[in-house]
């Protein structure tokens, strides 16, 4: 039986990813005109190392508390992220910015087939609705041609990644063990990012405004943002949470509206209308209908 605590708790829950992924169409500007003076991987490896850093400071402890299982799935979940995190910006040198931001979209199709084929979750008929709103909306948001060729491949792949980690955390994260599993995750992102560019040396920010970005962008957006991931996701399902995570590039076009001085068009009010129906499609269904347990895998 569901109690207005659990309610109160899957709704802060929802709303904690979709404050995330405001926070990451937020920061759309400001890696756009930072990547104009440190290189992408330079620029991960510091965000996710500062990150690390933060997040260590505040709970020093967290990972000792941590069980053998929990920090193995928290390595594997790090793992899963950073590499993607890598694919993606490989992906964005061969392929525009409004494709890569469309394929790397797709983690909305691909969690749900993830979610159904390894957590054997039954995925009813009104969520994978949505799921196909959600994606035709990103269509229409981003879209002016797709052609296939290795940055869309490679993207597509990272998109595969990030959904197994959406996947990952729903079976793997509780709210007793966030922090911890959080702290793990991030610092295996930062070495993942830092052993990728390393050989190059690592290109750091000469201007104040651009060390305040990446302070910015590394512990509210990266270390609370992925602590906020974690902790929601252990109280709802994969696919509920990626069709939430799907309004990242709607904040993107909002964003881009009211503070890059865009105009407001007719493929943005449909793409955007289409997405935000979408996450309000399975937020407001009952509960019953749109998903069951969540399994939780303890190997």
């Not at 440190?38 to 850093?53: G, Y």
């Not at 922090?179 to 990012?193: D, K, S, Y």
């Amino acid at each position: 039986m569901v109690t207005e605590h659990d309610r109160r708790t899957t709704l802060l829950a929802a709303a904690a990813l979709l404050a995330l992924a405001a926070c990451w169409g937020s920061t759309f500007f400001m890696i756009k005109d930072l990547l104009d003076r440190v290189p992408t991987l330079d620029f991960l490896a510091l965000r996710f190392s500062i990150a690390s850093l933060a997040l260590l400071l505040v709970a020093p402890r967290a990972i000792a508390r941590l069980s053998p299982v929990v920090r193995r799935h928290a390595v594997v979940l790090g793992l899963l992220y950073g590499v993607a995190q890598i694919l993606q910006t490989a992906g964005l040198a061969h392929t525009p910015a409004s494709i890569s931001g469309f394929v790397t979209g797709l983690y909305v199709v691909c969690t749900p087939l993830l979610a159904a084929a390894i957590l054997r979750t039954r995925i009813p008929p009104i969520t994978w609705a949505a799921v196909a709103l959600a994606t035709v909306g990103l269509g229409v948001l981003a879209l002016n041609g797709l052609s296939i060729g290795y940055g869309e491949l490679i993207t597509l792949a990272s998109a595969v990644l990030y959904a197994l980690h959406i996947v990952g955390l729903g079976a793997w994260s509780s709210a007793q063990d966030a922090i911890g599993m959080t702290i793990l995750q991030v610092m295996v992102i930062a070495v993942v990012c830092t052993l990728s560019t390393a050989r190059d040396g690592i290109v750091l920010p000469d201007r104040a405004g651009d060390w305040a970005s990446v302070a910015y962008m590394a512990v509210v957006v990266g270390a609370l943002g992925l602590l906020g991931q974690t902790w929601a996701q252990a109280h709802l399902p994969p696919t509920r949470s990626a069709i939430i995570m799907s309004m990242e590039p709607v904040f993107v076009s909002l964003f881009a509206v009211s503070l890059g001085g865009e105009d407001v068009t007719a493929r943005l009010l449909l793409g955007g209308t289409m997405v935000l129906v979408a996450m309000l499609t399975v937020e407001l269904a009952p509960r019953r209908v749109v998903e069951g347990e969540v399994p939780h895998i303890a190997v």
